[in-house]
């Protein structure tokens, strides 16, 4: 009786374990983890519906989406790089941003043809040391905009046709505006952002877009002109002075919510991204418009255009095939279509935004002449970004003075070794 | 008669005694073994980490690949020029140690004196310790902003010209951070201090009281004396705490900015680790931290035994 008990209970377990074995085996369910820092923006939006259309399409594989801090994220995504506990899919910024990480990247040349490559517009930052020969890290999610966005009510209300276009005519809107009682350009954090103060890096760009040509950028990475040049100075101080002119709220490093203030009609600009255009769309409707930030003595004529974030696949993901999958599917006709949907713009060839407010962002470039440039913190040294992202702020909120800030800048590439910031990227 | 031997050959003969006795050398043998668990744990957990710290302050480490090199990563941190303000930073964070202590020692004082509605203030002031650090850090950023609760009072006191805006200037960011601090290790420190005054004899304050003692010479000359060992306790630990566990706090607060204001060495770590990425830079802060730290408690403690 005894031994029979012991048979029975041996095949039950047998019988358990052989099941088991056989739906694991049978489903080959794989499942992906996806990383994103996008909050609730449209860049969300598009993650989440792309991992769904990508589940109907690919019934074997399911795809968790995980939306993680974005004060933290790259923080998260590099610890869990180092323990392989990751994700298998993660946000990436392009430019220096994945080069910072390519340690952890699979470079997904050897997975994409040379046609489905050259179907990506901004390929060469999306590499290595930009040079799309030696692979790419990145698959783009869309075409982005560090952009100006403003109210036209409001700058009617005070008298105002035209967004400005240059310094003087910012100086000389913000006095009309101030005069109609309402915030000339509000400035601090939203509650997505990815600090608690203003991130200077939007604003910088176009600051130094107002002084040099693109190819120049290059000149800041590797040193040759200086962060303390008085050119950048002189760029810095008028932008430091917008606060002391009242051309801000006085709270700039600690204000939250500015994208409310600026859709409740309390200020007339904000420098921000073409990520929040649709919300500003949606609760401004075509009473807002894009503007290039016109931080230049002559009309602005840079415009910050440039495909600032994608997804990468971990090199320790253990489902690689199937994540480069969801990369294929993002190129492809369905995925694109989700993408605008979502109110972004696309970096692959052969699809457009219909989006109102994007188009008169594409056309700055397209129409108006005016010449695109990466976003500054992709093509500099991560670590200056890093110390940018203190001590502009603390010289905008008038703690320390120019000089200061941008030696601090100096100071930080200085230390850097020698080869990065020589001629290749690294 | 044998003549009276000195005391040291009594201790040498009991030592000799102890380690050929089979029943001693099997307790040691036992006890030996009961520690080992312990042994490992520390050693698995504690040792080996600190070793490993002091190992990669002397790499260059990205956090998977690290090459040696040397002092190089000290001389690197020592002429960062944001680490000197660090080390400023957690320099006067020091300066809060002594009020986080003295506030919480006056006050139980006066709840030991058994004052009116004792019970509620203790129960009151042991609050904050069991509120988590981002949340007294979300409730200090509310009371500190521009247009928050400290400007909303001195708008209502007539003060309103005042505009402090402490969380936007290094210096008062710095403060902000501080006060928040005392205020959130004021129940621990309170609760220790109580338990320091139960184990005090009342008969030593009756007899005091006698002698025409009042209650600031009764504080002064008995309480805190026969206190020493608790405050040396609280010391330690509201140093410890400030130099190690205020980075949630400062990282809802301020973020380590504005500029590098609140970024003291712990914060510093992480930036360095986390954000930049140079775990080696990281692993080095991490053992000047480790040293400092241990340096001023050393300090301490050889301060008091003096005294002693």
Redesign the interface.
Known sequence: MHKKLIVLLIVAVALAAGSALAATSGSGKVTLTLWHNYGTEANAVAAVNLAKAFEKAHPNISVKVVSQPA??Y??LL??S??SKTGPDLGVMWTGLFAI?YQ?FLLNLKPYFSSAEQSKINSLRYMAPNFDPSKGFLVMPLENQFYMGFYNKALLRKAGLSAAPRNWSELYAACAKLKAARVIPMVYGADPQAI???PYPWYDMSYLLAGIVSPAQWKDLYTGHMPWTSPRIAAQMTKWVSLRKKGCTN??????TNILGAFIKGKAAMISDGNWDAATFQKALGSKVAPFVLPFSDRPQKGVIQYSGDGFSVLKYSKHQKEAVEFLKFMMSAAGQKIIIAAGLIPDIKGYSTTNSLSTQMLDFAAKQGSTPYPMLDNVIQ??VV??GQ??L??AF?G??SVNA?LK?LK?TLD?LPADRKGSIYK | MEAEQPPSTWRHRRLRHRQTDPLAAQRRRVGLLFTLPGVGLIGALLIYPIGQTVYHSFTSW???TSRWVGGATYS?LV????FTQVLENNAILVLAIPVAIAFPLAVAFLIHGKIRGWRFFRSVFFLPTAVSWVVIGFIS?RFF???GILQHLLNNVGLGFV?P?M????RSALVAVMITFVWSMFGTNLIIFLAGMATIDEEIYDAARVDGAGSFSVMFRITIPLLKRFVQFTFIITLITAFTALFSLIFVM????????T?TLEFFI??QA????DFGLASTAGVVLFVAVAAVTLLQLRLLRIED
């Open positions: 004060a933290n790259f923080a590099q610890a790089a180092i910072k340690k600090q608690s103060s006085k709270d700039v490093l600690t204000k991560p670590e890093t110390t203190k001590q702020d603390a909120g703690d320390i800030a601090s100071a230390q | 990205d956090g998977i690197h002429h960062n020029p944001e950023v902003a521009n247009d505009h805006d969380l936007s200037h290094e301020t973020g380590g900015g504005p500029g590098y204001g970024t992480y930036e986390f954000s930049a990425g």
